[in-house]
C-alpha cells in the first residue's frame, strides 16, 4: 500500500543516530562496545556499518532497536527514528519496531521456531502488524501468498504448509525477509543477513533488498563483516573497530582509497567477486525447488540491482 498523501517535507532522515554509546555490564567489568557512533539514513538509501568480528556491529543495532537487555547494556545519545526520539522516551521504541522499523535477524536456521510452519509464523507477523486479524484466515492467506511473492518464493501456498527443516537456508531467509515486510516498514536493519548463505544464494537476497528499495524506498541498515557485500548494496560505509567508526564515506570513495590500514585489511580479506557490475546469470544454480540452492534460479535475482 502506497502512502495516500506526498508529503513534500520528509526530508528527515529515516534514522538518525548521534553520539550512540552502549556499556555493556560483565562479569569482567564495564566493556565500552559502542563508543560515540553518528551516523543517519534517509529514505532509498543503504548504509552500511562493516567491521571485524566483536568491533560491535551488533550491539549497536541491537542498542538502536533497543533489543539489548536493560538491566546489561547502558545507551547513551540520540536516536531518532523518523523523526521520533525514542532515546528520550525508550516506550517510543514499541510504536515503531515491527512498525516503522522491522529486523532481519542473523542466522535464518535458528530465527524460526522449528515446530511450528512457515504459514502460521508469517500469519502471526501479519496480525502482529495489524493487516489482517486472526479470524480471517482468507485474508491472512493472501497476505501471507502475496509476501512470499514479493520475495521471490515459488508456489508460495506450497510453502505455507512447510516447516522450516523443509526449506533451504536461502528459502528460510527470504521468509525471514517476508516475515520483516509483513509491517510494512519503512527501515530494515539486516544483521549479516546473507553470512550464513553460500555466495550464489548470497547474491540474490541481495538483489532482492535491492529490489525492495527501489520498489519502496526503504532505507537499509545493513551489517557485514564483509567489505565484498558493503561495496555491492551500500550508498555509505561506516567502517568500525572497537566500538567506534574510524572511517565513513561514500562506498566508492571508502574501497578505491581507504584510509586506514585497518580498512585496507577488510579490503584484503574479501573474495574476488568480479568486476563491479557483477556475475553472469548462467553461473548460478540449476532448478531445485526446496533443495539447496532453489533460491538462485530466478533470472529477477542476478545480480543486476548492485549499486554504481
Ligand atoms: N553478551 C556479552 N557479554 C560480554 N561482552 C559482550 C557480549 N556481547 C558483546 N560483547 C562485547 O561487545 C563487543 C562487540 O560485540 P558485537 O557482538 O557487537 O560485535 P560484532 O561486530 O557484531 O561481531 P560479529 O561480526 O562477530 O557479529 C565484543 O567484543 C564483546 O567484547
Ligand atoms: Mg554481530
Redesign the pocket.
Known amino acids: 500500500m502506497s502512502a495516500s498523501t506526498e508529503t513534500p517535507f520528509k526530508e528527515q532522515p529515516l534514522l538518525e543516530v548521534r553520539d550512540f554509546q552502549v556499556e555493556?555490564i560483565?562479569d569482567a567489568g564495564i566493556?565500552r562496545?559502542v563508543d560515540s557512533v553518528s551516523f543517519s539514513i534517509h529514505r532509498g538509501e543503504t548504509v552500511t556499518i562493516i567491521?571485524?568480528?566483536?568491533?560491535?556491529?551488533?550491539?549497536?543495532a541491537m542498542g538502536i532497536l533497543r533489543l539489548l537487555p536493560e538491566d546489561l547494556a547502558v545507551l547513551s545519545g540520540t536516536v531518532m527514528i523518523d523523526g521520533v526520539d525514542i532515546s528520550a522516551d525508550p516506550k517510543a521504541i514499541d510504536k515503531v519496531r515491527g512498525k516503522t522499523l522491522a529486523l532481519i535477524p542473523q542466522d535464518p536456521m535458528t530465527a524460526l521456531s522449528p515446530v511450528h510452519s512457515i504459514g502460521s509464523q508469517l500469519f502471526e507477523a501479519i496480525r502482529i502488524a495489524g493487516a489482517a486479524s486472526a479470524k480471517d484466515k482468507d485474508a491472512l492467506q493472501a497476505r501471507a501468498v502475496r509476501l512470499l511473492e514479493q520475495v521471490h518464493i515459488p508456489t508460495p501456498e506450497k510453502q505455507l504448509k512447510k516447516y522450516p527443516h523443509q526449506l533451504s537456508g536461502g528459502m528460510l531467509q527470504r521468509v525471514l525477509i517476508a516475515i520483516a515486510l509483513a509491517s510494512e516498514p519503512q527501515l530494515l536493519v539486516a544483521d549479516?543477513p546473507t553470512s550464513a548463505l553460500d555466495v550464489t544464494v548470497q547474491g540474490g537476497i541481495l538483489d532482492l533488498l535491492l529490489e525492495l528499495q527501489e520498489q519502496r524506498g526503504i532505507g537499509i541498515l545493513m551489517?557485514t563483516?564483509d567489505l565484498g557485500v558493503a561495496r555491492l548494496i551500500s550508498d555509505r560505509i561506516h567502517v568500525?573497530k572497537d566500538?567506534s567508526f574510524v572511517e565513513s564515506g561514500e562506498v566508492q570513495q571508502i574501497v578505491d582509497h581507504p584510509a586506514t590500514e585497518y580498512t585496507r585489511s577488510l579490503l584484503a580479506a574479501v573474495p574476488v567477486l568480479g568486476p563491479w557490475d557483477e556475475t553472469p546469470a548462467d553461473a548460478r544454480g540449476a532448478h531445485a525447488a526446496g533443495g539447496s540452492s532453489a533460491t538462485t534460479t530466478d533470472p529477477a535475482l542476478t545480480q543486476t540491482g548492485a549499486k554504481p
Open positions: 555493556l560483565t566493556i562496545a567491521g571485524e568480528s566483536g568491533s560491535g556491529k551488533s550491539t549497536t549479516e551489517i563483516h568500525m566500538g
